[in-house]
């Protein structure tokens, strides 16, 4: 029996795929210098997921807010809170977001999730947005996939490994006019079932996201291609870009 996830699926299966905890804390220990901010500044973090850099970043001392579209990853980030010994704010939301204008320090979007929906409209609504919510000179930190870099690795077809240690079947399809990527995912669930669901990612160059930020109110200040500084190159699969609100 087969069964086809629906979009909201993506959300909920991709944030389990990347979950560690461990990795988490590497990324955010980085993260977290490009924010220039004291303890105790105030971070959202929409598409927090499970909560995973959410509460990494709450024990470095900052009063962080989590979003995401999935009410059971929501459910999961507050259970964590206990674990963690931390106090994070979870809330399901999506865009427009329920803060008011000007109420948050910084912003950051990690675990590529930015370009997710394939529309850059939708990209456009988020970064309205976040433009509302951050305070004049807020920062904003974003992690997405490399235009340059997916192009010039291209695999077509990989087969990965879920946390459940399922074997994961990815196919991929390049848009070049368009500058977005189809994967189809493929795994078997414990009772046997097959699943699939397809998606459609914006993958952007870092001149173009840099363009779409001013758009919206924000200067890209820098563009990382790790989560150990190295400049961004073109070898690099992902670009962690740093920009302030004007």
């Known amino acids: 029996m087969t069964g086809v996830l629906d979009r909201q699926a993506v959300f909920t299966f991709g944030y389990h795929w990347i979950a560690d905890e461990e990795e988490a804390a590497e990324q955010i220990e980085f993260a977290r210098r490009l924010l220039y901010l004291p303890v105790g500044s105030l971070v959202l973090m929409p598409f927090c997921g499970a909560g995973w850099h959410a509460h990494e970043l709450a024990m470095w001392g900052y009063q962080v807010v989590g979003t995401d579209p999935c009410?059971?990853?929501?459910?999961e980030a507050l259970e964590r809170n206990h674990k963690m010994g931390v106090s994070v704010m979870f809330a399901v939301a999506e865009a427009p977001l329920p803060f008011r204008e000007a109420s948050f320090d910084a912003a950051m979007i990690l675990g590529t999730r930015f370009g997710l929906t394939g529309s850059e409209?939708?990209?456009?609504?988020?970064?309205?947005?976040?433009?509302?919510?951050?305070?004049?000179?807020?920062?904003l930190v974003l992690e997405l996939p490399h235009r340059d870099g997916i192009v010039r690795n291209w695999q077509e077809r990989t087969w990965e490994r879920l946390p459940d240690d399922a074997p994961c079947l990815i196919v991929r399809e390049w848009d070049a006019l368009t500058g977005r990527m189809l994967e189809e995912w493929t795994v078997m669930d414990a009772d046997g079932q097959t699943l699939r669901f397809a998606?459609?990612?914006?993958?952007?160059?870092?001149?173009?996201?840099?363009?779409?930020?001013?758009?919206?109110?924000?200067?890209?200040?820098?563009?990382?291609?790790?989560?150990?500084?190295?400049e961004l190159a073109l070898h690099h699969r992902r670009m962690i870009i740093q920009a302030i609100r004007q």
């Open 71 to 75: 009410p059971k990853l929501v459910e």
């Open 121 to 139: 409209r939708d990209d456009r609504r988020w970064l309205a947005e976040l433009a509302r919510v951050l305070k004049p000179n807020g920062r």
């Open 199 to 230: 998606f459609t990612c914006r993958i952007y160059t870092p001149t173009e996201l840099a363009a779409l930020l001013q758009t919206h109110g924000f200067e890209m200040t820098n563009a990382f291609g790790t989560f150990l500084g190295a």
